[in-house]
């Protein structure tokens, strides 16, 4: 069975301790590859050689650079299907939508940020005729980025991009539950050209790998994406060090329909706004606040809608919802569906495990699971679930639906659906959150902001944000 390996210093090479952890396939809860166990030592000489091959990344013409990240990109888009095959596997997500969405949005990833690095500028301050200001932008150094399980290559190179394309050279641990196509990534490098040492890939715990990335003295910033709670960790041991941060967290996103919806595309789209990647996207809608109007109405159109998706083998085609990432996480997801019941729920569809019986007896499936009649500030929906699970729930004033958007203590996405549009720009100026949809969900544009406010995160990654995240700001003024 296959045992991946870390890449430091441009070598594919074994955790130090010898010690591999066993990964498995959530779509038939079986071990299918291992991943090295890699700690401190593993991490050190990480970062020892990202800082040697930093003066020559950092002093590379950004042409140079940006070329050798546009042939990472391409390399990922030729071997399209092998990756989104291995994501598949790895995640439990359906591969049509690993092959639609995640391996795709990598290659953007990878192809945006080498072009945005030649567009960057800086500003000048003159004072009179007596002296001049000018800001010089320097990569910060060695960046740690840590990624989570649910998007594996789509936020691995939402993080390592912005950093390498900065000019700073890179330690990065994707999630131990994901760790398949983060390797699949480090085989390409040398055909890439990326120079040893410029960017590593050490796979572990995050107790034990991750902390030894944020409390490493020679890595400068830290780029982590993960649970809220993970996130005050890091925090704890990073600020004292004054690293730079950025941190997006989790998320508890309201989903707000009004009256005078486009009621079709409204259903469709919070259909896969709740459903989509087993609703293991902490931007997706899982509380729906639908105006008392058209309560009804909606609840029935949409139940009906959430019926018909197919939960099964990520392998075919046909299946709409995949398996969940992990036996620990679909027993949390459980949990929450047997509190909702516990705090006054009523399950109007799903709310239990799937067996999809054959090679998947052994997987971890939850059927897609709509919930009515919770109050707004009842732990179901107040805390993230992060799985096939959402509630709905009517409101009568956009003061009152505001008051429940805003309950909870995460601020990261919202959607909006209005066709009015003083309401739709009202709303967007008093929701509590980093992202507002209005009309649609998770249409993205690279160069926007991207990220939260509250318990969900610090900084935001996205555009010039993410290039500047990674570099240092200096003034210089020179007196005539
Ligand atoms: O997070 P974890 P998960 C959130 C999502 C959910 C969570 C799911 O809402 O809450 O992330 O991801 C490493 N020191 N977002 O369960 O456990 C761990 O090994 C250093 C929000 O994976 O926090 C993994 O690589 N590292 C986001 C990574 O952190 C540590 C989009 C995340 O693990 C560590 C996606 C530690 N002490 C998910 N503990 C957004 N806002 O965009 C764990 N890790």
Redesign the pocket.
């Known amino acids: 069975m296959q045992k991946i390996q870390n890449l430091i210093n441009g070598e594919l090479v074994a955790p130090q301790s010898g010690e591999y952890l066993e990964n498995f396939n959530p779509a038939t809860g079986e071990v299918y590859s291992f991943i090295p166990d890699s700690d401190e030592r593993d991490v050190a000489n990480a970062v020892k050689a990202a800082k040697d091959a930093f003066p020559l990344w950092s002093n590379m013409q950004k042409e140079k650079r940006s070329a050798i990240l546009i042939r990472l990109s391409e390399l990922i888009q030729k071997n399209l299907d092998k990756f989104a095959l291995a994501e598949s596997i790895d995640n439990g997500k359906p591969v049509w939508l690993a092959k639609s969405v995640d391996i795709p949005r990598a290659v953007s990833n990878l192809h945006f940020y080498a072009t945005a690095s030649l567009h960057t500028h800086t500003e000048t301050h003159a004072m009179e005729a007596t002296a001049l200001n000018y800001t010089l932008n320097t990569p910060v150094g060695v960046a740690g980025c840590?990624?989570?399980?649910?998007?594996p290559l789509y936020?691995f190179t939402w993080k390592i991009a912005p950093a390498l394309a900065a000019g700073c050279t890179v330690v990065a641990?994707?999630?131990?539950?994901t760790p398949m196509t983060a390797y699949l990534l480090s085989e390409l490098c040398e055909e890439a050209g990326v120079p040893k040492g410029v960017l590593n890939i050490v796979h572990g715990?995050?107790?034990k790998?991750?902390?030894a990335?944020?409390s490493h003295p020679d890595v400068a910033a830290i780029s982590?994406?993960?649970?809220?709670?993970?996130?005050e960790?890091?925090a704890r041991?990073a600020a004292p060090m004054f690293k730079k941060l950025s941190l997006?967290?989790?998320?508890k996103n309201p989903n707000i329909i009004f009256g005078d919806a486009d009621f079709e595309k409204a259903v469709h789209t919070s259909v896969r706004s709740s459903f989509s990647n087993q609703g293991?996207?902490?931007?997706c809608g899982s509380r729906i606040f639908i105006e008392r109007s058209i309560y009804e109405k909606f609840k029935t159109a949409f139940v009906d809608e959430v019926k018909k998706l197919k939960v099964g083998d990520p392998l075919n085609d046909d299946s709409w919802i995949g398996a969940i990432v992990s036996k620990q996480?679909k027993e949390k997801i459980l949990s929450y569906i047997k509190l909702a019941r516990e705090e006054g729920g009523t399950i109007l569809c799903g709310g239990e495990e799937i067996n999809p019986g054959g090679k998947n007896a052994k997987g971890y499936f939850i059927s897609p699971t709509v919930i009515e009649g919770l109050s707004f500030d009842c732990r179901t929906n107040q805390e993230?679930i992060?799985g096939p699970v959402v509630s709905i729930m009517p409101f009568d004033t956009e003061e009152e639906v505001l008051s429940y958007a805003n309950s909870t203590q995460y601020g990261?996405a919202a959607t909006l659906w209005t066709q009015n549009l003083s309401r739709a720009h009202r709303m967007s100026a008093k929701i509590q959150c980093g992202i507002i949809w209005v009309n649609c969900w998770l249409l993205r544009d690279l160069r926007t902001p991207?990220?939260?406010m509250k318990g969900?995160?610090v900084g935001r990654e996205g555009g010039f944000e993410a290039l500047k995240f990674f570099m240092e700001e200096k003034n210089v003024c020179i007196k005539f």
């Open positions: 840590i990624s989570p399980w649910n998007l936020l641990k994707p999630s131990e539950i715990l995050g107790t790998t991750g902390m990335i944020v982590f994406t993960g649970g809220t709670k993970t996130g960790v890091i041991t997006e967290l989790g998320g293991e996207i902490c931007l996480h993230e992060f990261l991207f990220g939260g969900s995160g």
